[in-house]
């Protein structure tokens, strides 16, 4: 591997074959992101309700393959629709626990309920690995135009979260200041959770609805272990993301036997590892 990072001629022969390019596309617009909203998912204590919402992507794409429509429909509109219901039903639009609770109960029975439907309606179709895709994630699987979605619906959310960040940060920090100030703290958080959806339905198709969360708080996690600065920690949650994500789908390229989503998320871990040793260093 080391000779493949350093000749440079490995990259060329990778980026070559055009499921590398599109998953380079889109894994780097998705990872930005993840590593952006998650770093205040991380300061907000959220990250409980990032993991209901992995499982909203789950449930909403089964439903989506239930019914027979496009797969990425599913995603987004259930997704964006819990975690908006989840910030309006949460004290000043942040879900607590009782409510994080009660939705995961409910997405989880809903996603038996369209697993059942789609494996007997998928039955003998060969369409039944979709809902592993939808698991483990399928980012080497991407076409050319879904990566271009992908990466358009990722600067979106990097736009979001930067144009958000001051008013965002100062209600992450101290809420009731903020509410005293003028700040729209309710709208804030619920605003927030929507994005925080739209980023779990877009990252379910790169590591999946059981792994997305991992994306979403290990750079983040690193980030603040590594800087106390708010603006330097969400610049690096961006960075450390995407290169978990680079870097998971080299190992994944060179070692066919690994899938991509586990390495992407062993680097994201060796990260958090290596920043939590660095963080005790007195």
Do not use: K
């Amino acid at each position: 591997m080391t000779v493949f990072l350093a000749t440079g001629t490995g990259f060329a022969q990778m980026l070559a074959h055009p499921f590398m390019r599109n998953a380079f596309v889109a894994g780097t617009a998705i990872a930005a992101a993840s590593g952006l909203v998650g770093y205040f998912v991380v300061l907000r204590s959220q990250v409980f309700s990032g993991d209901a919402l992995s499982h909203a992507a789950f449930t909403g794409a089964l439903g989506a393959l239930a019914l027979g429509v496009d797969l990425r429909l599913g995603l987004f509109v259930v997704t964006i629709a819990v975690a908006a219901g989840m910030g309006l039903l949460g004290p000043r639009g942040r879900a607590d626990d009782v409510v994080i609770g009660m939705v995961f109960m409910w997405v989880l029975g809903l996603g038996v309920l369209f697993q059942t439907l789609f494996t007997t309606s998928a039955s003998g179709t060969g369409n039944g690995s979709a809902s592993v895709n939808v698991l483990f994630g399928s980012i080497l699987g991407l076409s050319g135009g879904q990566a271009v979605v992908a990466a358009i619906v990722g600067v979106i959310a990097c736009a979001a979260v930067l144009g958000a960040g001051r008013p965002l940060l100062f209600a992450s920090v101290d809420e009731a200041v903020a509410a005293a100030r003028g700040v729209p703290v309710r709208l804030l958080g619920v605003g927030f959770l929507v994005l925080v959806g739209v980023t779990a339905a877009e990252a379910t198709q790169a590591v999946g609805a059981l792994l997305l969360v991992g994306l979403v708080a290990a750079p983040a996690a690193s980030a603040q272990r590594l800087t106390d600065r708010p603006w330097r920690g969400l610049l690096l949650a961006a960075a450390l993301s995407v290169f978990a994500v680079w870097a998971g789908l080299t190992i994944a390229y060179l070692h066919g036997s690994v899938p991509a989503s586990f390495a992407i998320m062993a680097v994201a871990t060796a990260e958090y590892l290596g920043a939590l040793g660095w963080s005790l260093i007195p």
